[in-house]
């Protein structure tokens, strides 16, 4: 189970910042990938950001499209943005209001925002095809805080467990909301009053100002339309205070 320090608990004498490598390498970035972005709960957005029943949103996760809504029960669900027949991508607005359904639009696969497959054009003459058995996947998903976080592992230790030593620590946050920055020349970025998010996108984060008094933190990766999120910036932040 990890464990969460203060980050000054873990300072030693001599330490050094991270070798440039940890920085730029593609090799580690897929290592992190893999090991930590695919296996973490991660802060995918606010329950705010999804204020009435079909609002919804898309987050990446190493290199998944995961759809977070709510839906008409106001249950926030989150699932892959995959298409059960044939892989298509779903939804490709980044957010938005759905009316009480989500349709593929290669075949018109149509599915209830609980995921359930409701139609499926020209399927019913298949024999043995069952809808029940081509639902959207689930993405494992809990809420804290007023956060939102999401898990790729098949059978992650629960949320509750794992922040277990967090409990009450962010409540003040529950009132908080994101503010992201408008979409520059080179892409997307995420301004965050935090020490670590030099670590949250590789390999080509460059730095968008050096003024450190009025965006100390902010960040963009110009080649890809993937945004910098609070999970990564949580996960890099816990991983370095737990190193
Ligand atoms: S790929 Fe989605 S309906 Fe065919």
Redesign the pocket.
């Known amino acids: 189970m990890p464990a969460f320090r203060k980050t000054a608990e873990t300072f030693s004498s001599g330490a050094r910042t991270l070798p440039q490598r940890y920085l730029i390498s593609p090799d580690i970035f897929a290592k992190e990938q893999g090991r930590i972005f695919s296996t973490q709960w991660l802060c995918v957005g606010r329950q705010s950001q999804l204020g009435k029943p079909g609002d919804f949103f898309l987050q990446n996760v190493a290199g998944e499209s995961l759809i977070i809504l709510r839906d008409q029960e106001g249950q926030v669900r989150g699932f892959y943005n995959v298409?059960?027949?044939?892989?298509?991508r779903?939804c490709k607005e980044r957010s938005g209001q759905l009316r009480e359904t989500l349709q593929?639009?290669?075949?018109?696969?149509t599915y209830g925002l609980d995921g359930k497959l409701l139609g499926?054009?020209h399927m019913e003459s298949v024999k043995g095809f069952d809808k029940a058995q081509h639902s959207l996947r689930p993405v494992n998903l809990a809420l804290w805080e007023g956060f939102i976080f999401v898990n790729l592992a098949e059978s992650p230790a629960p949320m509750e467990i794992v922040f277990a030593p967090l409990k009450g620590k962010f409540t003040h946050c529950k009132s908080m909301s994101m503010h992201e920055t408008p979409p520059t020349k080179g892409g997307v970025s995420l301004e965050v009053r935090s020490n670590v998010v030099h670590a949250g996108r590789r390999p080509t984060l460059r730095r968008l100002t050096e003024n450190r008094e009025t965006a100390p933190y902010a960040w963009v990766n110009p080649d890809q339309d993937h945004k910098a999120t609070l999970s990564e910036i949580g996960v890099l932040k816990h991983c370095l205070s737990t190193a």
Not at 83 to 88: A, E, F, I, K, S
């Open positions: 298409c059960r027949h044939r892989g298509t779903i593929c639009p290669y075949h018109a696969w499926a054009p």
